[in-house]
């Protein structure tokens, strides 16, 4: 089936860093979505992006659906403490899944350094 | 704000049992999900819901099934819970005709089967 690679799997921040992450799939999609993921919370909706090259901000983060349609970046500028947590990918493509069901990555986990 | 609750945050079980998850959404959303949430893993699909009375298999359904008798409830049931379903169960919705659209989440059932 469909797969969306995610990376890196898990990074560490020091306040202050900028830090980017990206996803890439194995056919073209025409929905790109960035959640971020609490411990103890389900995944909230951070940027939503749907035409290839749009490049969509919400405060300090910045995500870019590819040209090529099968990638997309999310950046978070200046990182701080309440930025770590669980970022997921999702897309969905025209062809195959479940009738154009949102595909998720398998997250990357932000953490402080020790 | 869309609100999805899940009855439960926390469950304890016993194999063999029949279990019930329940998901409440409040915006009158047609499409309703769960998805089971494992470390490394990701989130994977059980099951979906278009429509009331309407369900559709996602990539993972055995030993699960699901009811929607109403637009703003979606249960998810164990038929006879065992071990390897313990794990982090997350319910979602969103709106419209298609299913590429945002996913709004509930905060999650971690579900334990002894």
């Known amino acids: 089936g469909q797969q969306l690679n995610q990376s890196p799997q898990s990074m560490f921040i020091q306040e202050g860093e900028d830090v980017s992450m990206n996803c890439t799939s194995s056919?073209?999609?025409?929905?790109w979505l960035w959640y971020k993921q609490d411990p103890g919370e389900g995944p909230v909706l951070l940027i939503a992006?749907?035409?290839?090259?749009e490049l969509t901000s919400n405060g300090r983060l910045t995500a870019q659906f590819g040209i090529t349609r099968k990638d997309s970046f999310l950046n978070i500028s200046a990182s701080i403490p309440s930025d770590v947590g669980i970022y997921f990918c999702?897309?969905?493509?025209?062809?195959?899944?479940?009738?154009?069901?949102?595909?998720f990555g398998k997250g990357t986990k932000l953490s402080v350094k020790p | 704000d869309v609100k999805v609750t899940q009855s439960s945050r926390y469950l304890v079980k016993r194999t063999g049992e029949k279990v019930f998850l329940e998901c409440v959404q409040d915006?009158?959303?047609?499409?309703m999900f769960w998805y089971r949430q494992d470390p490394g893993l990701g989130l994977r699909l059980i099951y979906f819901?278009?429509?009331?009375?309407?369900?559709e298999k996602g990539d993972i359904p055995e030993g699960y099934s699901v009811s929607r008798e109403k637009k703003e409830r979606f249960s998810l049931i164990l038929e006879s819970a065992s071990t390897n379903q313990t794990s982090m169960y997350l319910c979602a919705s969103s709106p419209g005709a298609q299913l590429n659209q945002p996913q709004h989440f509930g905060d999650g059932t971690r579900l334990s089967i002894l």
């Open positions: 915006m009158d959303h047609e499409n």
């Open positions: 999702a897309g969905s493509s025209y062809y195959g899944g479940s009738q154009g069901n949102l595909i």
């Open positions: 992006l749907y035409k290839a090259g």
């Open positions: 819901s278009y429509d009331v009375k309407m369900k």
């Open positions: 056919s073209i999609f025409n929905t």
